[in-house]
């Protein structure tokens, strides 16, 4: 176990390497829809158009057996994880100080060399806390006024989250990418 900080966050993360005993996937496709509907008045009138838009997220079910025979259920959203019965699998989870569960970040399948990791999580969690970006973009646009430095503070926030993201999949891959057994 270790710990990561970052900017008003603390996470500990946790791993479980083992020999995969079955893996399932299965898709599925969200659909959403906006727009149409209009007037008409007079012999004239507007139909506003019809925007239909869909999503496609891949769930992954691995069943993990560890070296000391216990049997581990990983449940994946988004990852698309490529496995099968006999590959050798490291799942990585971060679970933030104070709480009880966490996420998966990073899937290592040592068999075939293939590293999945989740983007989206690992970003939000070494972004620096939503507050302290609240609290700069009201210093800089009510107290300094400059809509500059406003624009600013946030593009440094998400080029901090982005930095602190790529040093911890790179961590993450030199701590646990490890060859198989």
């Known amino acids: 176990m270790e710990t990561v900080k970052?900017?008003?966050?603390e996470y500990q993360i946790y791993s479980v390497t083992g020999k995969v005993l079955?893996?399932?996937?299965?898709y599925e496709t969200r659909v959403?829809?906006?727009?149409?509907?209009?007037y008409t008045n007079q012999?004239?009138?507007?139909?506003?158009?019809v925007s239909i838009s869909s999503t496609t997220v891949v769930h992954?079910?691995?069943?993990?057996m560890d070296a000391a025979g216990k049997e581990h259920a990983i449940q994946l959203q988004n990852f698309n994880v490529v496995s099968r019965a006999g590959n050798s699998l490291t799942a990585v989870w971060a679970i933030k100080k104070n709480k009880k569960r966490g996420q998966y970040i990073a899937?290592?399948?040592?068999?075939?060399?293939?590293?999945?990791?989740?983007?989206?999580?690992?970003?939000?969690?070494?972004?620096?806390?939503?507050?302290?970006?609240v609290g700069a973009l009201i210093l800089c646009a009510a107290i300094i006024q400059n809509v500059t430095l406003t624009f600013v503070v946030v593009i440094a926030w998400a080029v901090l989250g982005y930095t602190k993201a790529r040093?911890?999949?790179?961590?993450l891959e030199?701590?646990?990418n490890l060859p198989a057994a």
């Not at 079955?22 to 299965?26: C, F, R, S, V, Y």
């Open 6 to 9: 970052t900017i008003g966050k």
């Open 22 to 26: 079955d893996a399932q996937k299965h």
């Open 32 to 38: 959403t829809g906006s727009g149409g509907g209009g």
């Open 43 to 49: 012999g004239t009138g507007y139909t506003a158009p």
């Open 60 to 64: 992954d079910n691995i069943f993990l």
């Open 107 to 133: 899937i290592f399948n040592h068999t075939i060399s293939e590293t999945s990791f989740n983007h989206a999580k690992i970003f939000l969690m070494m972004a620096p806390h939503w507050l302290i970006l």
């Open 167 to 171: 040093d911890l999949k790179k961590e």
């Open 174 to 176: 030199e701590n646990y």
